[in-house]
């Protein structure tokens, strides 16, 4: 291509970018998918990496979006549609998910230390190896979800629903399970110790390899049957 017909085009596209530019700083709103719409931008496909953090996103339309490695960290997501959505290696720490849709969205070691997920749906939602560290997750719907080797230390799941969930491997201690579902649940080599059970569902979970120890508020006659299943339970609880 000649230098100068390079080089037009060069001048055209800066100019179309100092216009799209300028749309945005006058734009009368604040609206983050009008912003996007303004700068010609496609909030499913564009902002994968982007720095998106803290902005309201309540009721967001993101199923299917691409965010790859998007900084969602404090953000407002409250009602939003993330399901399907390609969040790998997302940051949403300290976000707020409350009754959030993220069913069947991949967050493959993704970050939401702290995060509130109250009610949130993450039915098939795949978070092997993420990071869910002091999250609420109560209320939760987690059915089939995996979370191989997920790290949900001191969370909350009180009343959640994990029937089917995979959670081999996955650090859980301290987790307040309180009232919550695991039927069938996979809880294989998983560390549940210092976790709270009271009043947990565990039939038909597989606790081959588990470790329970502290005060987990199961029934005696239950810590036996778990043992008996497999489960490593430390001496002296029995």
């Known amino acids: 291509m000649p230098t100068r017909q390079l080089a037009t085009m060069n001048e055209e596209s800066f100019e179309k970018l100092q216009e799209q530019i300028q749309c945005v700083l006058e734009a009368e709103t604040d609206d983050f998918f009008e912003l996007a719409k303004l700068a010609g931008l496609d909030p499913l496909t564009d902002f994968s990496s982007a720095n998106l953090s803290g902005l309201n996103l309540r009721a967001a339309p993101l199923a299917g979006a691409n965010l790859i490695g998007t900084n969602l960290s404090h953000a407002i997501l409250v009602s939003a549609d993330l399901s399907k959505a390609n969040l790998i290696s997302a940051n949403l720490t300290a976000s ?37 560290i002091g999250v609420n997750l109560d209320h939760a719907d987690l059915r089939r979800a995996i979370l191989t080797g997920a790290k949900l230390d001191l969370s909350s799941l009180r009343e959640a ?35 709270s059970l009271q009043d947990t569902k565990l039939a038909g979970a597989n606790v081959e390899g588990t470790r329970l120890d502290g005060h987990t508020g199961l029934p005696r006659e239950l810590l036996s049957e778990l043992k008996g299943r497999g489960a490593w339970v430390e001496q002296g609880i029995l």
């Open 96 to 132: 707020n998910l409350l009754d959030a849709t993220m069913s069947m969205a991949t967050l493959i070691n993704a970050d939401l230390s702290g995060a509130y997920l109250v009610s949130t749906r993450l039915l098939s939602t795949n978070l092997t190896g993420a990071s869910l």
């Open 161 to 195: 629903t994990l029937s089917h969930a995979d959670l081999r491997r996955a650090s859980l201690t301290k987790v307040d399970f309180s009232g919550a579902n695991l039927y069938g649940a996979d809880l294989s080599h998983a560390d549940l110790r210092g976790a």
